[in-house]
């Protein structure tokens, strides 16, 4: 499962990355080096578990919008925009 969810997280993080550098946005190669695929906010650790795969569109899901606010980014204590 660890594997899996590795793979995930970094195959976003990629993408994530290739869309701020797209938008013009600065990704500096000192703030990448400090990420890491094993962040565990977005899992779902006690519940039932699908892997039955949606029809997308393409290889990977979307990204969310990076112009919309939403209450994660209001939080005072994270910068905002700040990487979960």
């Known amino acids: 499962m ?3 969810v590795t793979l995930f997280s970094t195959r976003y993080l990629n993408a ?13 190669d000192a703030d990448v080096a400090r990420l890491s695929p094993l962040i565990r906010k977005h899992l779902n650790v006690h519940g039932r578990y699908s892997f ?6 393409g290889d990977l899901r979307p ?9 994660d980014d209001a939080c005072p204590t994270k910068p905002p925009n700040a990487w979960r």
């Open 2 to 4: 660890l594997n899996a």
């Open 63 to 71: 990204l969310r919008d990076t112009n919309t606010v939403d209450d």
């Open 52 to 57: 039955l795969l949606p029809e997308l569109p």
């Open 16 to 28: 994530a990355l290739d869309q701020l550098r797209a938008q013009g946005h600065p990704v500096l």
